[in-house]
């Protein structure tokens, strides 16, 4: 499903936080939307999830304006995934995950399908939290919960996947293994997957297209080796750093000593 944001802005009250933003989304590829703290980048894939109205533009799945969907498409199309919630909530870990399956469900149905608990115990297995499915999120660390929120963002098959710093709190391992894993779903599935990363060794390694943002614009927007130039960072981030690209194209980025 192919994603459109045109002429999009939105403000928390009078402060300006996405600033006449366009971009096109292609399915079957990850892209990554990187930039500086307060760039935007949370806030437009909260646009694009509907989770917040903008104050001017439109957002278009498949050339569609998402106004003209009702809330239950919208669930069935779109999975958002925040990067944290409170683990004070009183559930377990399957409890969670299971009500990701809602939009699916008929207005009578009390009970957990079977369809539904296999798709859970699939997505589970593949991020390797089937042993944490009868915890509660109290019992669960840090890591463990940012995996049980991108399963909860999976086991919807949605067909655009936003996933807001799916790294946090991981290990080098499970950043690795769920990243890997997000962009195998992407080309199996033909997901429209944005992922929002800090990390910019992460975002030349799993993503396909990069959206440079800062302050609530586009600076940039194209392939890795487009945009993570030294150049470009250093115009946005400030910081002085040498770009290699290795054999396999992949870049490796290196901060240069003052």
């Known amino acids: 499903m192919r994603v459109r944001v045109e002429g999009m802005s939105f403000s928390y009250d009078s402060y300006e936080v996405l600033n006449d933003v366009t971009l096109d989304i292609e399915p079957c590829k990850v892209t990554c939307v990187i930039g500086p703290n307060g760039a935007g980048k949370t806030t437009l894939l909260k ?13 278009y799945l498949d050339f569609k304006d998402l106004r003209l969907y009702n809330p239950k498409e919208i669930a069935r199309i779109i999975a958002y995934s925040e990067p944290n919630i409170s683990k004070s909530i009183p559930v377990k870990v399957l409890d969670l995950i299971i009500t990701a399956r ?7 149905q009390f009970f957990e399908d079977p369809n539904d608990l296999r798709i859970v115990d699939e997505v589970c297995r593949e991020l390797n939290i089937t042993y944490l499915l009868n915890k509660r999120l109290d019992q669960v660390s840090s890591g463990e919960l940012q995996r ?53 060794q992460l975002a030349s390694m799993f993503c396909d297209e990069i ?16 945009v993570l130039t030294s150049d470009v960072i250093k115009d946005v981030y400030g910081v002085d750093v040498e770009v290699i690209t290795l054999s396999d194209n992949s870049l490796v980025i290196i901060p240069k000593p003052r």
């Open 47 to 59: 646009v694009i999830a509907s989770i917040l109205k903008p104050t001017k533009g439109t957002v």
């Open 148 to 200: 049980v929120l991108i399963a909860t963002a999976l086991v919807k098959n949605p067909k655009v996947l936003l996933l807001d710093e799916p790294s946090a709190f991981l290990d080098i391992r499970y950043r690795f293994e769920v990243l890997r894993y997000v962009k195998e779903v992407t080309t199996k599935y033909g997901l429209t997957t944005v992922v929002a990363l800090h990390d910019l």
């Open 211 to 226: 959206v440079l943002m800062d302050r609530g614009r586009i600076v940039k927007y194209g392939t890795v080796n487009e």
């Open 102 to 108: 809602y939009p699916f469900q008929g207005n009578t």
